[in-house]
């Protein structure tokens, strides 16, 4: 017999606060749940659970809950089993609402009361947090942990909400960088070993855990290299939340705790890097400036050129092309205590980016040719580790996106030729990428079917490779050939550009 949302025999939920309204009932789960009991449908979320390899511990109340709206987003942990259960479903067409909604800053602001001392301080460009100083910001893990923990958003909802951290905390305290390549989907397999110890309150991390947040920035960057961002994102999101957390519970020694904010902070731009690879520019400028409060905290040249880099490319792509400008600034004078000529290169290039998009061409042209001397000097012992893209392609790659946003497009076509011949292989994305830029060159400059063919390429290689950012890309492509759709090619091309 069919039984109410909740069968819960505790505490019902909380009223709303004056002024707010309460949750919104999940209509589409319940109907789900059918004519089984809270009770059992828990059962049958559990058994799925268990057909996958997940642990849940659902129960009648946690149902009640979900039907309720109260929990309006579930942990990655139900995520899986959800979709598991309901194949071609999305967690919208659950009743759930979408996790950057729930988590984000707007979620957090309508959460909680307003009062003098919560009000939000004024938004500002990226760069602008150079000015602040170390000890006008909160701690970055605490800042982080309260930004974007993977929790349901019910206050009182901790009885699930911490499954994915006790296995990130797990991972970090006893596997190691094997244990956070498994986490990562990367390793042979999760090991009962890493995985089955519980978190010990009284632990600190040391060499292990360091040596886990690098490899697994690593591990997130060949992955990127291969497949781009958009099916990497949510789940280094949550390593990256184990870091913090790991910084949060203290540090053994001294470099050690060096080392693990180096790590953390390379690991928030990663992630950094995978948001603004998959569209998702609120959330890449938040993790841009995480990462730059922790270059500021412990006086990391390296990672605040990094961070600046990074804030520079987003900046540009967002269409704010004066901030692009001063982040690559900033980001040389942090990069002219490093002195690695190939990192002060990739910066003059994301200010020649900037300078272009102001339609500033002397100024544009005079930072390429900085760029260029740079990078003549050649690959030194100072070069940072992420750098290990940074070759003649992608010189030749961000210099045809230049003279693109100038409106040379025949240049600029002749450029991106350049940097899709001189890609290394392994460099999937990259080659996607500028396969793309180069059909997108040769459709403004009235190149047609040359156009197509190099589109049609670029779809071939987007089988691999999940970037919201290429595919953008290839749909401007699409528009600007679609007066020539008579032609054969093209024709070719728009069909199947538009599956």
Not at 175 to 185: H, R
Not at 255 to 278: K, P
Not at 315 to 342: C, H, L, Y
Request: with cysteine.
């Amino acid at each position: 017999m069919a039984s109410s949302p909740s069968t819960s025999s505790g505490p019902g939920p909380l009223p709303p606060p004056a002024g707010r309204a309460g949750p919104r009932p999940n209509t589409a789960f319940r109907k789900l749940r059918g004519h089984r009991s809270a009770g059992e449908f828990a059962a049958a979320i559990r058994r799925a659970a268990r057909e996958i390899g997940e642990h849940v511990s659902c129960d009648a109340r946690y149902v009640g809950r979900v039907e309720a709206g109260e929990i309006r987003c579930p942990n990655y942990a139900y995520e899986r089993v959800f979709l598991h259960m309901f194949p071609g479903c999305t967690l919208a067409d659950l009743g759930f609402a979408p996790r950057e909604v729930v988590r984000g800053r707007a979620a957090r602001r309508e959460a909680r009361p307003t009062g003098p001392q919560d009000r939000p301080a004024a938004a500002g460009p990226a760069w602008a947090d150079a000015t602040e100083t170390p000890a006008s910001r909160p701690h970055p893990a605490r800042a982080h942990l309260t930004e974007t923990h993977p929790t349901e958003t019910h206050p009182t909802d901790t009885h699930d909400s911490d499954e994915e951290s006790d296995v990130l905390r797990r991972a970090f305290m006893t596997g190691g960088p094997t244990a956070m390549a498994a986490f990562l989907g990367l390793g042979p397999g999760r090991t009962e070993e890493a995985w089955a110890a519980p978190p010990s309150a009284s632990a600190r991390a040391g060499e292990s855990e360091a040596g886990a947040v690098e490899e697994a920035v690593r591990q997130i960057r060949v992955l990127d290299d291969q497949h781009g961002a958009d099916a990497l994102y949510q789940r280094a999101g949550a390593v990256l939340r184990g870091a913090y957390r790991m910084l949060d519970m203290g540090v053994r020694r001294r470099s050690v705790a060096d080392r693990m904010h180096a790590g953390a902070g390379e690991l928030a731009i990663s992630v950094g890097w995978l948001a603004h690879d998959s569209g998702r520019f609120a959330e890449a400028h938040s993790h841009y400036a995480e990462a730059l409060a922790t270059s500021r905290l412990s006086d990391d040249a390296a990672l605040e050129a990094h961070a600046f880099c990074n804030t520079a490319f987003l900046a540009r792509d967002a269409g704010r092309p004066r901030e692009a400008v001063r982040a690559a600034q900033a980001g040389q004078s942090a990069a002219a205590r490093v002195g690695s000529a190939r990192l002060s290169a990739l910066l003059a290039l994301r200010e020649a980016g900037g300078r272009s998009g102001l339609g500033d061409r002397a100024g544009c042209q005079e930072a390429l040719g900085r760029a260029q001397t740079l990078f003549a000097r050649g690959p030194s012992d100072a070069d940072p580790e992420w750098m290990s893209f940074f070759g003649e392609a992608e010189l030749a790659g961000l210099e045809a996106q230049c003279w693109a946003a100038l409106g040379e497009f025949g240049r600029a076509a002749a450029c991106a030729r350049r940097a899709v011949a001189l890609q290394r292989p392994h460099f999937v994305r990259n080659t996607a990428l500028f396969t793309a830029e180069l059909a997108g060159d040769l459709a403004a400059d009235g190149a047609v079917e040359e156009a197509a063919a190099q589109g049609a390429r670029a779809l071939d290689l987007m089988a691999t490779v999940h970037s919201s950012r290429i595919h953008a890309m290839l749909r401007r492509t699409a528009r600007r050939l679609l007066p020539f759709r008579r032609e054969p090619r093209v024709a070719a091309f728009l069909a199947r550009a538009a599956r």
